[in-house]
């Protein structure tokens, strides 16, 4: 049978890259690219639609010429204010059954949004650092909630990415300047308790693990030598890759909890191991960084081409393992 033909719906505005990356595994694992397409064709307002065509599913994308009939649709890269104009096309997904991976609106939603989270995590007994949720305070409320929080805390947006709107506050001018900021940008917004998240030779750090399908993949320990400065990749903290094997059991097992509570498939999960483990959030479509192709990339592919030879069990058709030759190398 000839090879699956793989969809690859991405946000092209997003800086992250995780397009191409997925594009590689999916090349790698099938012998061929991806039909890339644009993800705001699919969003409110775009011109992209979906049809069943016969028991398939058709998309047609008139702005990129395309009218295609995928096996697979890979979604992914979509910045998290761009998420909720794409129920739409995730329930499509849904309705005609698409061989598709973690597009529920529900969970997309509860993980995006850090309030909704922050409830799941409480329901379902998940470590994190107490938080309190704000909606347009006014000083007395910012002040207070800044005090019942031990004077040390976190502020970051209900939806944010890359940790550039988050900030580190330890006194009053500082809890003035980032309530005006969330003000002026009509955003509601939370403060954590620090986690004091910090190692022996003084730096800030985190993990982020990667689930998938209830197991870790892979994982990653992020060192930040600006203590008031978020530990992600793109703040300027350094990762250093983890085997599954050797992570830290407790954070393994958290991260799976918080992947199953928020209702994801699959996720990359930032927690720190302090407090016997805390989780600080749950990212939809975490972003790779080198050498994360065989780690993350391909197995996320892999398994939407798992999901497809069970659909086409006893068709004769199975996707490629990485056991046969592949581009640079890989195998």
């Given at each position: 049978?000839?090879?699956?033909?793989?969809?690859?719906?991405?946000?092209?505005?997003?800086?992250?890259?995780?397009?191409?990356?997925?594009?590689?595994?999916?090349?790698?694992?099938?012998?061929?690219?991806?039909?890339?397409?644009?993800?705001?064709?699919?969003?409110?307002?775009?011109?992209?639609?979906?049809?069943?065509?016969?028991?398939?599913?058709?998309?047609?994308?008139?702005?990129?010429?395309?009218?295609?009939?995928?096996?697979?649709?890979?979604?992914?890269?979509?910045?998290?204010?761009?998420?909720?104009?794409?129920?739409?096309?995730?329930?499509?997904?849904?309705?005609?059954?698409?061989?598709?991976?973690?597009?529920?609106?529900?969970?997309?939603?509860?993980?995006?949004?850090?309030?909704?989270?922050?409830?799941?995590?409480?329901?379902?007994?998940?470590?994190?650092?107490?938080?309190?949720?704000?909606?347009?305070?006014?000083?007395?409320?910012?002040?207070?909630?800044?005090?019942?929080?031990?004077g040390d805390v976190w502020a970051r947006p209900v939806v944010g990415?890359?940790?550039?709107?988050?900030?580190?506050?330890?006194?009053?001018?500082?809890?003035?300047?980032?309530?005006?900021?969330?003000?002026?940008?009509?955003?509601?917004?939370?403060?954590?308790?620090?986690?004091?998240?910090?190692?022996?030779?003084?730096?800030?750090?985190?993990?982020?693990?990667?689930?998938?399908?209830?197991?870790v993949v892979h994982a990653r320990e992020h060192l930040q030598p600006a203590l008031d400065t978020?530990?992600?990749?793109?703040?300027?903290?350094?990762?250093?890759?983890?085997?599954?094997?050797?992570?830290?059991?407790?954070?393994?097992?958290?991260?799976?909890?918080?992947?199953?509570?928020?209702?994801?498939?699959?996720?990359?999960?930032?927690?720190?191991?302090?407090?016997?483990?805390?989780?600080?959030?749950?990212?939809?479509?975490?972003?790779?960084?080198?050498?994360?192709?065989?780690?993350?990339?391909?197995?996320?592919?892999?398994?939407?081409?798992?999901?497809?030879?069970?659909?086409?069990?006893?068709?004769?058709?199975?996707?490629?393992?990485?056991?046969?030759?592949?581009?640079?190398?890989?195998?």
């Amino acid at each position: 049978m000839s090879r699956p033909c793989v969809a690859l719906v991405t946000d092209p505005t997003s800086p992250e890259g995780c397009g191409d990356v997925l594009a590689q595994a999916v090349e790698l694992l099938t012998g061929g690219p991806p039909v890339r397409i644009d993800s705001r064709n699919f969003a409110a307002g775009g011109t992209g639609r979906g049809v069943r065509s016969r028991s398939r599913l058709r998309l047609i994308v008139p702005r990129q010429r395309l009218d295609l009939e995928p096996d697979v649709v890979v979604l992914y890269e979509i910045p998290p204010h761009r998420r909720q104009s794409l129920a739409g096309f995730q329930r499509l997904l849904h309705r005609h059954d698409a061989v598709t991976l973690g597009t529920g609106v529900s969970a997309w939603r509860t993980a995006t949004e850090k309030n909704l989270t922050v409830e799941r995590f409480q329901r379902d007994g998940v470590a994190h650092m107490e938080t309190v949720v704000l909606h347009a305070p006014g000083p007395q409320e910012a002040a207070a909630a800044f005090e019942k929080l031990g004077g040390d805390v976190w502020a970051r947006p209900v939806v944010g990415t890359g940790g550039s709107d988050t900030f580190h506050v330890t006194d009053l001018d500082g809890l003035e300047r980032v309530t005006a900021y969330y003000t002026e940008r009509d955003s509601d917004w939370m403060l954590s308790r620090d986690a004091g998240n910090i190692t022996a030779d003084g730096r800030r750090h985190q993990f982020r693990v990667f689930v998938l399908h209830g197991r870790v993949v892979h994982a990653r320990e992020h060192l930040q030598p600006a203590l008031d400065t978020p530990c992600n990749t793109s703040q300027g903290a350094t990762a250093v890759h983890i085997p599954p094997a050797d992570l830290d059991p407790r954070l393994a097992e958290l991260s799976i909890a918080a992947t199953a509570s928020v209702g994801l498939q699959f996720a990359g999960v930032d927690l720190a191991v302090e407090h016997g483990g805390v989780v600080f959030e749950v990212n939809v479509q975490p972003a790779f960084i080198d050498g994360e192709l065989d780690k993350v990339a391909v197995p996320y592919v892999e398994a939407h081409l798992r999901a497809l030879a069970e659909r086409r069990e006893g068709d004769g058709w199975a996707p490629p393992g990485r056991a046969a030759t592949a581009p640079d190398g890989h195998r």
